[in-house]
């Protein structure tokens, strides 16, 4: 079994590979035409046990689990599209409302971004290129290839340039990071402002390294597959 997701095929893959965090959105359906989709979220997995997910939000309360049936499990780790089966072995009210489900053989997976993206509240200031005007936005979404930023108003136009800096901080790497970034698209944010995708430009070494390291890290500290 290839375990090479790179060339951007439909693969099966071992959950390992997919190194999925705690606190991941997935989605659940039983194995029924017409069945319902609920929404959970990744709790951890004990490799050839079992995968334990939490229910999410206002389905806590409407999320009903049949032990000994199958359901179909999906979800998008930032980079990669994936799915499996698994039968719901358990459900837990204590220590906390989970469900067991049987740890599966394989998921299929599919890598549809090159770059991993992280969810972030970062704070910072993005002003039209060469201009010191700086206007305080949000990054929401972070990548070594971009971000998206939720802004209180727009920007400017498509494809126009803009100077973005904005703070890293993990380990004992204290930096602020100033990027030429490219406007990509904008779009309406639920608050009334913005949201607005960026792609990097021209990244230097040292700003690429950085990036690397931070959503590296931050992705590593959060995949949780214990092994037996």
Known sequence: MSEDLNGGELLEVSLKTL???PGLFLNIQRMHEGAPVHEVQFVAA????????????TDSLKTEISIGEEYLI????????????ALALNVFKAPFAHVLFAYPDAATAKKVRKSMRMKTALPATISPSGQNNPLEVSIIDLSVAGAMVVSPRSLGVIGGLFDLAFPINFDDVHANVNIVAKLRHSNHADNGGRKIGLSFENLSFENKLLLTSFVGKITEENSFVIEP
């Open 74 to 85: 999906q979800g998008f780790t930032g980079q990669t599209d994936f799915s499996f089966t």
């Open 46 to 57: 004990i490799e050839g046990k079992g995968v334990m997910l939490t229910p999410s939000g």
């Open 19 to 21: 190194r999925l965090r």
